[in-house]
Nanobody
Framework: QLQASGGGSVQAGGSLRLSCAASGRTFSTGSVAWFRQAPGKEREFVAAIFRSASNHYADSVSGRFTISRDNAKNTVHLQMNSLKPEDTAVYYC???????????????????WGQGTKVTVSS
């Protein structure tokens, strides 16, 4: 199971740090991603760590968000800086053992999902 936390309400320009803790499995070898879904919109890719080898970001968050892994705590973080109102969404973490690089941004390839944590950015 994955447990996402760290959401909240901030003003534009502020920061939040999301966390995704895994229980009963490890992140150490699989790929882990963050997706988000705003009201009335489809779920979209935000960031991912591909098999502990490389980090990938959506263009809309590149340079503002940083994904990182803490293997000792079996947790993945998403540091979000310079937040904008358009970042408002429910954020979900997802994990998968056999994700290939070309499918990293496709939510359907991830087996495990957290419950989501809400982020609200006001202008």
């Amino acid at each position: 199971q994955l447990q996402a936390s760290g959401g909240g309400s901030v003003q534009a320009g502020g920061s939040l740090r999301l966390s995704c803790a895994a229980s009963g499995r490890t992140f150490s070898t699989g790929s882990v991603a963050w997706f988000r879904q705003a009201p009335g919109k489809e779920r979209e890719f935000v960031a991912a760590i591909f098999r502990s080898a490389s980090n990938h970001y959506a263009d809309s968050v590149s340079g503002r968000f940083t994904i990182s892994r803490d293997n000792a705590k079996n947790t993945v973080h998403l540091q979000m800086n310079s937040l904008k109102p358009e970042d408002t969404a429910v954020y979900y973490c997802a994990g998968g053992a056999g994700v290939i690089l070309s499918a990293l941004r496709n939510p359907s390839v991830y087996y495990y999902w957290g419950q989501g944590t809400k982020v609200t950015v006001s202008s």
